[in-house]
């Protein structure tokens, strides 16, 4: 037979070890930011919307800056892409019919650069990939994540 003392035992140790388990919740962002610290990303987030721009636009000083050179044709990404319309960024990855492969936002540029083009494909991490990709995403800032679609 369980003594009402043992119940109280029982409710005891229960408490403890839901503060324990309480206390070991871990959060992604455990302090929220500061104000000025969100005015500091968000500037550094627009400066690279503003270099993503003049590259999409066929900026020459921007390519030679940043060491690339995007088209042989003289065709800037806007001319067939104006605001970054159809670059559909909230849609990669997806299987990509042009490449008949799968392929991420940063493939389908870089087919974009070799193909109409005729530019030269640039490194997917470097610095004007970085760029493209920040204003291909803000251009397209309020669409709706769908992986996959067609
Ligand atoms: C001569 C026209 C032309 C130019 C210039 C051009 N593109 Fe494209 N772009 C296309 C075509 C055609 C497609 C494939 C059809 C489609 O998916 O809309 C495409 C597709 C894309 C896609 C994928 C869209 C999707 O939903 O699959 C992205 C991203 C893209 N282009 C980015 C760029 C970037 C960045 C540049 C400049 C470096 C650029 N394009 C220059 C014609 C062009």
Known sequence: MVSKKNYTRLAIVLALVSLGLGMQQVYAHKEPHAL???AAFEQVFMEQVRVGDLLFHGD??????????????????????????????HEFPK??????????????????????????????????MKALEAYIYWSNRNSKLDPGRH
Not at 63 to 89: E, I, W, Y
Not at 100 to 117: G, H, V, Y
């Open 36 to 38: 000025d610290q969100l």
């Open 95 to 128: 299987f990509q019919e042009q490449m008949s492969q799968f392929a991420t936002l940063r493939d389908m540029i870089n087919w974009c650069i070799e193909k109409p083009n005729e530019g030269e494909r640039i490194d997917p991490d470097g610095p004007a």
């Open 60 to 89: 020459g000083d921007t390519q030679k800056n940043l060491n690339v050179n995007l088209s042989r044709t003289g065709m800037a990404c806007a001319m067939c892409h104006p605001f970054a319309s159809d670059t559909h960024p």
